[in-house]
């Protein structure tokens, strides 16, 4: 699915430059000739960016850039004629990702659409992969709180994903059993650290294959020969 792109404009000739340059590189375009209509288009179909002028008619681009941003991260270029450095500041502040001032290359304006896309993607990326870790066969979603092992789900109670958590994310460290009852339980714990051990033992059972180590007098680690993902 190519990605939309809303145009917030009410120069007719500027829609139709803008929207023929961005539909020529595969863009989906709607166009907007006032913030309003924007605001109540963004109710039921969410572009996947705003290209955004400041002077509008009614509502303004500065405050419907804000409203925006108040609700989401969509990547949002701002237009002006206003090429002050305070109109830039502003406009950047209350959230724009980019400022173009007017008149301006529609060369211009797609590639830093291009641009722009690309930058978010890779912040999309990135952020899903510090969601998931992977250490060998074992796989941990952290957003959804979910487990994985062997490309197979396992359903965990909330003190088991604390404690894959914690060794996987320091993959070959030996935690205490006293450490361990402070992360996974809290300071106000006042049971043994044979809580501990029972929870071990209840995660060996769940995943026997898991090289989730004793170490001897002391705690526990989950060990690792390669490299972490």
Same mark, same amino acid.
């Given at each position: 699915?190519?990605?939309?792109?809303?145009? /917030?404009?009410?120069?007719?000739?500027?829609?139709?430059? /803008?929207?023929?340059?961005?539909?020529? #590189?595969?863009? #989906? +375009?709607? +166009?907007?000739?006032?913030?309003?209509?924007?605001? #109540?288009?963004?109710?039921?179909? !969410?572009?996947?960016?705003?290209?955004?002028? %400041?002077? @509008?008619?009614?509502?303004?681009?500065?405050?419907?850039?804000?409203? %925006?941003?108040? #609700?989401?991260? +969509?990547?949002?270029? %701002?237009?002006?004629?206003?090429?002050? =450095?305070?109109?830039?500041?502003?406009?950047?502040?209350? $959230?724009?990702?980019?400022?173009?001032?007017?008149?301006?290359?529609?060369?211009? &304006?797609?590639?830093?659409?291009? !641009?722009?896309?690309?930058?978010?993607? *890779?912040? *999309?990326?990135?952020?899903?992969?510090?969601?998931? *870790?992977? +250490?060998?066969?074992?796989?941990?979603?952290?957003?959804?709180? !979910?487990?994985?092992?062997?490309?197979?789900?396992? =359903?965990?109670?909330?003190?088991?994903?604390?404690?894959?958590?914690?060794?996987?994310?320091?993959?070959?460290?030996?935690?205490? !059993?006293? =450490?361990? &009852?402070?992360?996974?339980?809290?300071?106000?714990?006042? $049971?043994?650290?044979?809580?501990?051990?029972?929870?071990?033992?209840?995660?060996?059972?769940? @995943?026997?294959?898991?090289? @989730?180590?004793?170490?001897? $007098?002391?705690?526990?680690? &989950?060990?690792?020969? $390669?490299?972490?993902?």
């Amino acid at each position: 699915m190519n990605n939309h792109i809303g145009v /917030v404009e009410d120069d007719s000739n500027i829609q139709n430059i /803008v929207s023929a340059y961005l539909k020529k #590189e595969g863009f #989906e +375009v709607t +166009v907007l000739d006032n913030a309003e209509d924007a605001w #109540e288009f963004w109710q039921t179909d !969410r572009p996947d960016m705003w290209i955004l002028d %400041i002077m @509008l008619p009614g509502m303004d681009g500065y405050e419907f850039c804000k409203k %925006i941003r108040n #609700e989401s991260e +969509v990547p949002i270029i %701002i237009i002006s004629a206003k090429d002050e =450095e305070i109109d830039k500041i502003l406009g950047l502040e209350l $959230g724009g990702d980019d400022y173009l001032t007017k008149p301006f290359s529609p060369r211009e &304006l797609v590639a830093r659409v291009k !641009r722009l896309f690309k930058r978010s993607q *890779v912040l *999309v990326e990135k952020e899903e992969l510090e969601d998931r *870790v992977t +250490v060998d066969q074992l796989t941990i979603d952290k957003k959804e709180r !979910r487990i994985f092992f062997d490309n197979q789900e396992f =359903e965990v109670t909330t003190k088991e994903f604390d404690m894959l958590s914690i060794l996987t994310e320091n993959i070959n460290r030996a935690f205490s !059993r006293e =450490e361990l &009852l402070i992360k996974i339980w809290g300071d106000n714990y006042f $049971g043994s650290d044979r809580a501990v051990d029972d929870l071990v033992k209840r995660i060996r059972k769940k @995943l026997p294959d898991l090289p @989730l180590e004793t170490v001897w $007098g002391y705690g526990y680690r &989950l060990r690792h020969e $390669g490299d972490q993902v």
